[in-house]
């Protein structure tokens, strides 16, 4: 019998981390996935006007706020009161939030859940107008160790413009350089400064991801559609 210490013994630094990291993935995957249920329908007469960014980001203002209320969850997210009473709905039905005369709260799973998440998107910042975007408004965020997850960036604009935004940009983090998919082309080259900013709020290491989703007329927007692209790119894991 060969000991679980012997194995790791003859594997290298490298292939440890590989295989930790494998594992964090597929983990995180599930975790998207969970949020993808949540937005899918449960009676077959009912469409679903909300999609699995909106769950996440339910969950991020519960977590940043404590109790939510209803009124604050359609401004947040711009959607309709009954989108927002079908969305907490679902989410009760899945144990992760609790309602009580204060509004609604996350459940000690759903806060453990979150916790787990955002331990893959850890980072995440606003961004002024920029020569690498599309739109007035742009938000950046970070996921973490899934520059292999990544083909031409096309699946990540279209995450982005299925939530009505403009698009997003798609960067790997390598070499310190902030690289364009499949190319080894530093798109920031010539931005010192949105290299700077980004470098110092993200705080990205070598394999990271960042998207930019873009909006001309809605922050908000921007911000769904940098989220949206992110949680696609980690529900498009194993695809690769």
């Known amino acids: 019998m060969v000991r679980p210490t012997r194995i790791y013994h003859d594997l290298d630094k490298n292939d440890i981390q590989i295989n930790f990291y494998h594992c964090y993935n597929l983990i995180m ?10 937005a899918n329908r449960y ?34 997210l711009e959607l309709g009161e009954g989108i927002v009473r079908t969305l907490i709905r679902h989410l009760k039905m899945h144990n992760l939030i609790e309602t009580t005369n204060a509004g609604t709260k996350m459940s000690r799973k759903g806060n ?14 606003h961004l002024s107008k920029c020569n690498i975007t599309l739109g007035k408004h742009n938000y950046a965020i970070l996921i973490k160790q899934m520059s292999f997850a990544v083909k031409s960036g096309i699946e990540q604009r279209d995450a982005a413009i299925k ?32 290299a700077k900013l980004l470098i110092e709020s993200l705080q990205p290491h070598e394999k990271d991801v960042i998207i930019i989703g873009t909006d001309d007329s809605s922050l908000k927007r921007a911000e769904l559609a940098a989220k ?3 949680l696609v790119t980690v529900m498009s894991h194993e695809k690769h």
């Open 112 to 125: 453990s859940f979150f916790a787990d998440l955002l331990s893959s998107l850890p980072s995440e910042t």
């Open 228 to 230: 949206n692209a992110a």
């Open 43 to 76: 009676a077959p007469s009912r469409s679903i006007s909300f999609d699995m960014v909106h769950v996440f980001k339910t969950l991020q203002l519960m977590n940043e706020k404590g109790h939510v209320s209803r009124e604050i969850l359609c401004k947040e």
């Open 29 to 38: 995957h599930t975790y998207v996935k969970t949020l993808e249920k949540i």
């Open 163 to 194: 939530v009505g935004a403009s698009g997003a940009t798609t960067l790997l983090f390598k070499d310190n350089k902030f690289l364009i998919p499949q190319t080894n082309y530093d798109a920031l080259r010539n931005e010192d400064q949105l």
